[in-house]
């Protein structure tokens, strides 16, 4: 490959991009992130492979991310020349046979497409680009487009904007999406400072969890004392349920690179580091690749683009520490030391790893820079909400039934995410909250649905934004066993150097326990709360000083789930076992034996076509019964 | 030099200088565990805590860390000061049950144990204020133990729990430990720390067993002088 050094050796890049992105022929590609892999998006991929040769087909296969939607997976999408491009949701190895003979026979007649796409959007070049001649074909008219989906509708993809379109191994593709065209931009034609100046104006600020902004962080490392210069890459991602993160590094790769070596011009550095956890072995291996093939082409290394600049990256794997994601733990941890934190009271971006000025951004922060380069920073700044511009990622799970990844603006309704985008509460429950912010997070009740998210409004609720991810829970969550289970993962995630995170952190999850098991004490909620402001108050890190929000938002919101266990030894939302008994109701039981069937203790018993009864005393509250009746017969109180 | 108010006394202290030393410099009394004033400080037991505000807002911070700033104003025993002070006391009472150092601390500060607190069994007198692992790595240079495991199962030792080889016995930890944890026995020419017994030297003039061997071993190893050169108790010498 040759070097890329000017802006014609890009476009002519771009174009063998074009010409894989879209191809003259017919082209299959397999959604392969983790989630489409966890799916069985292997053994499609294999299975289509195996056809296509045997078959002698004329079709290219390949491997791209993830497109969100992973109630979906596996998710395979097939573009024909001059047709829309199709989404087939949930795709078997069994069903590959039969998806060719479909495409050979131009029919949908057996497997439908759940979505069409008509054209090839670009975000970072701000235009599309029509498949075909842009007609649709009378036979795919009833097929609904991508922006007609209620799971894609309101979302605004620049962050994710190449993920599950392009392969991520691909670098040509990635710069024919206008991939390296920002850095190109900033490099030959901008002065460092305004480059800065266009970041602060983006109004771009961390998506790791603390919302500083980004260019004033840019410009405090630029303008700290010291020759060398680091900028760092936070792919730690440890709160549970999220994986934004992980989707960028797997899927676009280059978005992230990209970033930093505008990020390391504009501050002045050399060296860079991506920080990832070996529990993401993909996104290790794509951004692996993503920065050989950079290399490569020269755009890392010496003199990129020919402007004298020099810059390269380095993969660092962590252990998969939650702590690690901590600045000071991170960069400890880069060092070669136990992750550990350090008090800030002296600035990482004066005195960060090695000792030398150093500018840490998240996975997602960088991934937006190449986009705010190439479109500007007021066009940023025009989406999303007035102190929280662009985009958010989040991750959508728990009882809610479009699980997913979803970018939205800033401000979108929590409403808006929960309903039209997540689709609601399966099985016909009712919302009752959703936990944002990761594990110190908060739990937003269902009487806030309408807040706008963003990072002030989140704030205000008592929780935060944290690195976005988004839990849902329906009307069978008991909030302090939630409460509980969160300080449960905080505690063994402490890292163990303060005294009010490690001790105290535990000390609550024990009191929550007594709760949970009905031995929960008058003054217990004072309790919690007292030593909640000391935790947060007296910790070294954000870790202890936010661990105590699962409890506090809980508390603020669902105090009477509190004083339900408490004083009446009664769980409300029939979870905590010690507090419930099952029981049928023998007015809807219909005695069809499926209590009987499931109960793995034998509690359940009955005649057949008679009301069953459930045995307390062997009954271990496990709550299959509860899920397998069809009748709603089964009592827990 | 920087200008700054502690408790409604206006106070002048070097810049660079940690709030802990400029109170106590001036007669201010904060209460501390993990400090000490030949390691540098780590901010680990969050007992010397005090409130600071600049301009209209006002945080808690460590004052072994936080410097002197010009305009600062500190109070060191405010109300949200004493809750974090109450909370990391009462944390060690339950963690520490037999700590007479941590029970003589709460009973000048009137803090009572919690009893919702359960009471540990397993942690010793070991607050893991961490002086002992930095004196050995900073001060002895020997790097012998170290902190292992993480969160609430973090314990002091050398590594594995084993006997170190690295040890030289010198008995600095103990020497330094706030509460008395790590225990040191001596019999006549033998020392035990660490669960490593260590044989001791008498001095060439007095024949008082002074130190352990491995330590004049070390000693002349860094130095140069030679183990017989060294094989004088100070007050001999
Ligand atoms: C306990 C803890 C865990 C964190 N984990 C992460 C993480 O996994 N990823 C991340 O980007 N930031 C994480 N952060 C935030 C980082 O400390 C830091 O603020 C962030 O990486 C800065 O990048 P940004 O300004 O682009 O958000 C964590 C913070 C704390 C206190
Ligand atoms: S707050 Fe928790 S994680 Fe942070 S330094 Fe203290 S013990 Fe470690
Ligand atoms: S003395 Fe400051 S934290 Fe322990």
Redesign the interface.
Known sequence: MSKINTLEDLNKAGKRGLATLIPSGTKIMVGMATSGIASGAQDVYHALDREIRERRLDIILSRTGSMGMDCMEPLVDVLEPGKPRLAYGKITAKKAPTLLEQIAKGTIETIKPFYRMDEEESIILGKSKRYGDGSVPAYLKEIPTIKEIPFYAKQVKIATRNCGLIDPESIDEYIAKGGYSGLYKAITGMKPEAIIKEVIASGLRGRGGGGFPAGIKWKTCREAKGDVKYVICNGDEGDPGAYMDRSVMEGDPHSVIEGMIIGAFAIGSHDGYIYVRNEYPLAVANLGKAIEKAREYGLLGKNIFNSGFDFDIRISKGAG?F?CGESTALMASLEGA?GEP??K?IHTVEHGLWNRPSNLNNVETWANVPAILTRGGKWFAGIGAQNSTGTKVFSVVGKINNIGLVEVPMGTPLKDIVYDIGGGVPHGRKFKAVQTGGPSGGCIPEKLIDLRVDFDELWKAGSMMGSGGMIVMDDRTCMVDIARYFIEFL??????????C???V??MR??LEDICAGKG?AG?VE?LE??S???I????CALGGSAPNPVLSTIRYFRDEYDAHIKEGRCPAGVCKALIKYSVDSETCTGCGMCVKVCPTGAARGEKKQPHVIDEATCTRCGACLESCKFDAINVK | MAKCIIDGKKITAPDGTPILQAARDNGIDIPTLCSHESIEPSGACRLCVVEIKKGKRSKIVTSCLYQVEDGLEVDTKSERVMNVRRLVLALLLARNPASEVIREIAVKMGVNPQPRFKLDEDKGKCILCRLCVRTCADIVGVNAIGLSHRGPSKTVGPPFDEDSSACIGCGACAYVCPTGHILMEEKVDERKIWGRRFKMKACDTCGRYFAPLDQLEFISKKTGVSVADLSICTSCR
């Open positions: 520490a702590v136990a350090r008090a009271y505690e063994s995630e402490s890292c163990g150097k303060c005294i009010p490690r001790e105290g535990r000390r024990d009191i004490q217990d309790l007292t030593m402001q000391a935790i108050d007296g910790s070294l």
